[in-house]
């Protein structure tokens, strides 16, 4: 009986940190590193970076789609995807090391173009990372484009009252472009 009462009590203890484990799967996204070792293997026992179109190049065994699918099944995939071309997989792990945003930046910035950055990227790190604005960009005007949708936000409203509700987070998994307004 106290054995029970026991193991009710652990499994109680324990339910919550279970389900948030389970909660947090991730969503492998473009941008991202991929790390894959695999010992003895030196052109595969590396980084691998999540391209634009949402793969990674394995040497040998050649492009393959990952982005979208969750950990768990980006490594099934990778695994069955090497067993093509490599024999002895026994110790080869594959995980995401680094969660990165790709983010295209676009009008009156010093350097548009695309900028990789830390999953939790802010409009400011958006912004220093294209050089900073340009003069006679209109903060009242921003944008941020998702899965072809516009926000507008106000960042000027932002710099008066620091107040980050008036900014747009940058979301990841889902690929976005900052565009201030001339």
Do not use: W
Not at 42 to 48: A, G, P, Q, T, Y
Not at 106 to 120: D, Q, R, S, T
């Amino acid at each position: 009986m106290s054995i029970r009462i026991l193991l009710l009590l652990l499994l109680a203890l324990l339910a919550p940190t279970l389900a948030s484990a389970q909660a947090e799967t991730y969503t492998v996204q473009v941008g991202d590193v991929i790390r894959i070792v695999l010992p003895g293997e030196e052109r595969l026992d590396r980084n691998f970076d999540v391209d634009r179109q949402g793969r990674i190049l394995l040497p040998e065994a050649g492009a393959m789609q990952v982005a979208g699918l969750d950990e768990r099944t980006m490594e099934a995939r990778i695994h069955e995807h090497l067993q093509q071309t490599y024999r002895d997989l026994d110790s080869l792990r594959i995980y995401v090391k680094e969660r990165r945003l790709l983010v295209n930046v676009l009008g009156y910035v010093e350097k548009p173009g695309e900028v990789i950055l830390p999953a939790n990227a802010s409009v400011q790190t958006v912004l220093r990372e294209a050089g900073g604005l340009r003069s006679g960009a209109q903060l009242d005007r921003m944008q941020v484009r998702r899965n072809g949708k516009r926000i507008s936000f106000d960042y000027k409203a932002y710099l008066d009252s620091g107040d980050s509700r008036h900014l747009p987070p940058c979301v990841p998994s889902t690929p976005c472009s900052y565009r201030p307004h001339p």
